[in-house]
């Protein structure tokens, strides 16, 4: 096996698809400015290239190769939370990527891929497995070609291997990933890491999730460079690998320096781990455009630096060091493939700088002021902490109340909580009765912040009927309608301190030319303290939450139920469309087990039990046998959700009234998030009907284009149209073959390059384009004293013997002519082809625009 560093990886990767004719493609912005406006980073290597897959006959090349830089961390893939305490997940990462818009399909992907591996890498086979959809016998032949054994060819359903870039229309189609096998046992199924996917874009799928076959089928593979690095360098996890080396060797460094306590561990600690990860992230997003700030991608930098800084504390480190590390960055990156961070360090510095300063700044004036709390004399007899002092830290500093209740308990003080809620708003929550969404309700608290023409106000009404009290729950939306009938939409719930409902809120403009601003100014009184408002709770959103929080509830039961183990929640995420739900296990479940959960769900909600809402002393609640979750905070008094004979947690959420609101309920997948911890994601009620509905829709087209009476009978009617085109496709090839060996009755046009002859071919259009690269082979070898240069429509293939002309290469030659025709193409010594910006469809054409190339 080859030991590279990751830059000689990256160029190794490059340079090998680029020599089997891929055009390298620098990569693009960590801001998708024009590939994708729904996405908040540039998440994947194939982003770039998104209209092209889309279109592939708008392609300047027909393959391509990059190194991409990725970023998750906000928006729907968002791994910030997982940086540190798994093995691979990375804010910032790079990945590796071949790309084919019509140029070629599976067997040259599968094949490109193989050879790299174990040619190029020298990866031993026995370590790596492959994963193909379920049926794919094509997918299944073509790794059979390869060498692989039975054994090393595992089928998975599409929830696995079939892409799409999202739920809605678009290209998508089967994958085929590739697994090496990390040989730790104790990881259980995880010991198998995915290191290569790639994608076969053969479908279309329709707004209405109907598929068909796309005319040009496209590929799409990605390769996760950390991952590749951390195998070929035999690391534990990604965190051990050069560039990461790097980082926390300089941290370590720079600690040392300042007579900081530090690790020598080779495996670096996970607070080390966020530090080198969001430096990382940081430097990558402000060198590509990014500031901190409060809203969209400048928050998401913002969160990222605090985080790195937290860390930092938790390590012992007190003052301003993330932009010493800025040069043991630019040592993990030593071939230059980014630079901007050279040609931007200055910026890139400047903005860590002051955003830490700042940072640290509020810290430290919130833990002087602290300070100075715990050596008043009159304050040591009860040691509490009065709630005017926590108000000030939060309202003067941002200091969170938590924080300030965490530090005290540190100390042995505690916070005054009741009379600091005596003294400022505290909402009546009435969200868990439905009939109370729509109410009068009265302004107790605002404030506005204004910038330019946007708007954003704060609000505290009471009562207040909107959700937002944590516990995995999403907030709640929905809209304020205020006495002068002017509506504001409620786009967040937040709570500013302990016991607070604050509504977010922006204007919904009575007039289309009106700008936020306008609309504040139109309504500002009405704004005010003691206003009333109209409230209504968005009803479809809040249903949602309610049946997957429940849900949350019994498939936790479910899994005490059926692994007979007394589980730990570690975690959860309840939102309108699916349940995400954390628990300690110490290896993966299997698929009889996952059904096993999911059958014993359904049949519970089939029960139809009444949920029964109870408050009792938390005592009384833990010694009646309801489940706590360790992440949450409880006072003496809990409010407790029983499902009785089913489910029993204490909880504040909001919940069905009768679980059979719940069917069906079905688990999507379960994977591993941190060592010990699994994740199971799962939908129920509408969103599973809906989940069914999207899934299954397209077996009846099916069935009816293959005239099956039922889906046993639409397989084995699958199977054999599958033979018959393989079939047919064969015979095509060879009919193509014996086609390429006749003389054309078309006499080509004749040119001069370099003193040598030039015959340029015009191909029937209805011809296969596979037909030009078997006719140039034949016309290389009997007519070895030209150079052939074949034409069909806006393809173009160059070809020559070489041993008769040394001089010259196909591929320079193929150049030349897109200097003079603008175009993209690349190849070797003797075949080149390329793609031409125009449609050459006569001999009139080809004389006009390729004649020049040569006169």
């Not at 030991?3 to 990886?9: A, D, K, T, V």
């Not at 994601?681 to 069914?692: H, K, L, P, R």
Request: some cysteine; overall charge negative.
């Amino acid at each position: 096996m080859q030991h590279l560093s990751s830059p000689e990886l990256r160029r190794r990767f490059l340079n090998y698809f680029e020599k089997n004719g891929h055009t390298r493609v620098p990569s693009s912005s960590l801001i998708p400015h024009q590939q994708d406006k729904s996405l908040l980073f540039t998440n994947a290597g194939m982003v770039p290239f998104k209209e092209y897959f889309m279109n592939p006959s708008s392609a300047p090349y027909r393959c391509a190769t990059s190194t991409q830089k990725c970023m998750r961390a906000g928006g729907k893939h968002n791994d910030l939370d997982n940086v540190g305490y798994t093995p691979r997940h990375h804010t910032f990462f790079e990945m590796l990527g071949n790309f084919s818009f019509g140029k070629y399909s599976k067997e040259e992907a599968i094949q490109y891929a193989w050879q790299f591996l174990l040619k190029d890498l020298e990866l031993p086979v026995s370590r790596l497995r492959v994963t193909i959809l379920e049926g794919d016998q094509t997918g299944y032949d073509l790794w059979k070609k390869q060498g692989l054994t039975d054994d090393m060819i595992v089928s998975c359903g599409p929830e696995d291997n079939f892409w799409s870039m999202g739920d809605g229309e678009g290209p998508c189609g089967p994958c085929t990933e590739i697994f090496w096998d990390t040989q730790d046992e104790s990881l259980g199924q995880d010991r198998w890491l995915e290191i290569w996917n790639l994608v076969f874009m053969e479908n279309y799928r329709t707004a209405d999730g109907q598929l068909t076959q796309l005319p040009i089928p496209c590929i799409d593979t990605g390769m996760g460079l950390e991952r590749m690095a951390c195998v070929l360098q035999e690391k534990q996890n990604n965190f051990q690998i050069d560039q990461f080396r790097d980082l926390i060797s300089g941290l370590r460094v720079w600690m040392k320096q300042k007579n900081i306590k530090n690790y020598i561990s080779d495996d670096p600690n996970p607070h080390e781990k966020i530090i080198a990860d969001h430096f990382r992230s940081m430097c990558f997003l402000i060198g590509d455009g990014v500031v901190p700030s409060n809203v969209g991608r400048g928050y998401v930098l913002r969160r990222i630096i605090r985080r790195a800084l937290r860390s930092a504390r938790q390590l012992g480190i007190h003052q301003p060091f993330l932009v010493e590390l800025y040069p043991f960055l630019i040592k993990s990156f030593p071939d230059g493939n980014y630079p901007e961070l050279s040609e931007r360090s200055a910026s890139i510095r400047n903005i860590i700088g002051n955003e830490e300063t700042t940072f640290l700044g509020t810290l430290d004036r919130g833990m002087a002021l602290l300070e100075n709390v715990f050596t008043r004399s009159d304050l040591q007899h009860n040691k509490t902490i009065p709630p005017t002092i926590a108000f000030q830290l939060y309202d003067t500093f941002g200091f969170p109340f938590d924080l300030t209740l965490i530090i005290a308990q540190e100390r042995g003080w505690t916070v005054d909580i009741q009379e600091w809620k005596n003294q400022h708003v505290f909402p009546t929550f009435t969200g868990y009765d439905h009939e109370l969404f729509h109410q009068e309700s009265a302004i107790m608290a605002t404030e506005t912040i204004q910038k330019g023409d946007n708007v954003l106000v704060h609000v505290a009404i009471d009562p207040c009927p909107f959700y937002g009290l944590g516990g995995g729950q999403v907030a709640d939306t929905g809209k304020l309608t205020l006495t002068n009938g002017s509506e504001w939409k409620v786009t967040d719930v937040q709570q500013p301190y302990e016991g607070c409902l604050a509504l977010q809120l922006a204007p919904i403009p009575t007039d289309a030319k009106l700008s936020q601003r306008q609309q504040y100014e139109m309504d500002q009184q009405y704004l005010q303290v003691g206003q009333l408002v109209n409230t209504q709770v968005d009803i479809d959103r809040r249903t949602g939450s309610e049946i997957h929080h429940t849900a949350t509830h019994l498939l936790n039961a479910g899994l005490r139920s059926i692994l007979k183990t007394d589980i730990v929640q570690a975690g959860s995420l309840v939102d309108p469309k699916k349940l995400r739900f954390d628990f300690t296990y110490g290896q993966p479940l299997s698929q009889k087990q996952l059904d096993s959960i999911e059958q014993w769900i359904n049949k519970m909600i089939l029960m139809g039990t009444q949920t029964e809402i109870k408050h009792m002393a938390l005592t009384d609640a833990i010694s009646s046998g309801a489940i706590a979750t360790f992440s949450e905070k409880y006072g003496d008094q809990v409010r407790v959700i029983d499902v009785p004979g089913i489910s029993k947690e204490l909880c504040g959420g909001t919940h069905v009234d009768n679980i059979r609101k719940l069917y069906p309920f079905k688990i999507l997948n379960e994977t591993s998030v941190a060592a010990g911890t699994r994740r199971i994601e799962a939908v129920a009620g509408t969103s599973c009907i809906d989940w069914y509905r999207q899934t299954y829709a397209p077996i009846p087209q099916a069935m009816s284009l293959l005239r099956a009476n039922n889906t046993k009978d639409m397989v084995e009617k699958l199977g054999k149209a599958m033979q018959q085109s393989k079939d047919i496709e064969k015979k095509l090839d060879l009919m193509m073959e014996k086609m390429a060996q006749l003389s054309s009755k078309t006499p080509p046009i004749s040119a001069m390059f370099q003193g040598i002859p030039v015959q340029i071919h015009s191909v029937d259009g209805d011809l296969e384009s596979s037909y030009m690269q078997k006719r140039a082979n034949v016309l290389k070898e009997t007519e070895q004293d030209a150079i052939h240069v074949l034409v069909k429509d806006n393809l173009v293939t160059v070809a020559l013997n070489g041993d008769k002309i040394p001089s010259l290469t196909a591929n320079s030659v193929l150049k030349h002519i897109l200097k003079t025709v603008k175009g993209g193409g690349g190849g070797q010594k003797e075949i080149a082809q390329g793609r031409l910006a125009v449609k050459l469809n006569s001999e009139q054409d080809i004389y006009a625009t390729l004649i020049p190339a040569f006169s």
